[in-house]
């Protein structure tokens, strides 16, 4: 158990809607990472944030949005969805930056499918 | 553009004997290699790091080995344990971020 725990685990929706994904890190990390897994892709950075500040963008669609609440849980807005979209979404969080962001520490992932 | 580069995306060795699993990177500003393993229906975990101002880290049975002028990263693992069975992403750290950029994987199944 890494302690990041994201919900919800499994989502369906249909095209054009939009969904929220949640994550709260281990306790103490106060960087939160979100990453995209595509079917048979590696992990697409999508964006981090940094004690509730956006610190680093990757290739985050503008549908896409995200925030770090005081309290350092971290949502993902995923809005007017495709069928592309569908993959499975993983959060994670260090302690620090710099080399202390390194080892990040994942959640199990939330599976997005879009019909 | 594929930056980190895992060219085979599966692997069976006996157990005991030595896994080798390799990555190729194309940008020179990366500053850390990381390799990642997943299990199916959980995230990925750390295993082990690299600088690249190194070109040799241990750990255990776990030994990254990084190649500057090839641009290449090598992970062995040895000996080879069925519950290494994984699958094993390797990662790097552009200089100046803390974004990781994924390899596609290499699913490596170790039997008896």
């Known amino acids: 158990d890494s302690g990041v725990t994201q919900t919800p685990k499994h989502l369906i929706t249909a095209t054009g809607q939009r969904v929220t994904l949640r994550c709260s890190p281990r306790s103490g990390d106060l960087s939160v990472y979100w990453y995209q897994q595509s079917l048979d892709q590696g992990l697409q950075f999508l964006i981090q944030?940094?004690?509730?500040?956006?610190?680093a963008k990757g290739n985050i669609l503008e549908r896409f949005s995200a925030q770090q609440f005081p309290d350092l849980h971290s949502e993902l807005n995923l809005s007017s969805l495709e069928l592309g979209d569908s993959a499975l979404y993983f959060c994670?969080?260090?302690?620090?930056?710099?080399?202390?962001?390194?080892?990040?520490?994942f959640g199990p992932g939330t599976r997005l499918t879009v019909t | 553009d594929q930056q980190v580069k895992q060219n085979s995306p599966s692997l069976s060795v006996q157990e005991g004997r030595i896994s080798i699993l390799n990555c190729d990177y194309t940008?020179?500003?990366?500053?850390?290699f990381l390799w990642y393993k997943k299990y199916p229906a959980e995230g990925p975990t750390f295993l082990i790091s690299?600088?690249?101002?190194?070109d040799k880290n241990e750990d255990g049975r776990f030994t990254v080995f990084l190649n500057k002028s090839a641009k290449h990263l090598s992970l062995h693992i040895v000996p080879s344990q069925p519950g290494d069975s994984a699958v094993y992403f390797c990662?790097?750290?552009?200089?100046?971020?803390?974004?990781?950029?994924f390899g596609t994987g290499t699913r490596l199944q170790v039997f008896p």
């Open positions: 940008n020179s500003m990366f500053d850390y």
């Open positions: 690299i600088s690249s101002i190194k």
């Open positions: 994670a969080s260090s302690g620090g930056l710099g080399i202390e962001s390194y080892e990040q520490y």
């Open positions: 990662a790097a750290s552009p200089y100046n971020t803390d974004k990781l950029i």
């Open positions: 944030y940094y004690n509730g500040e956006e610190r």
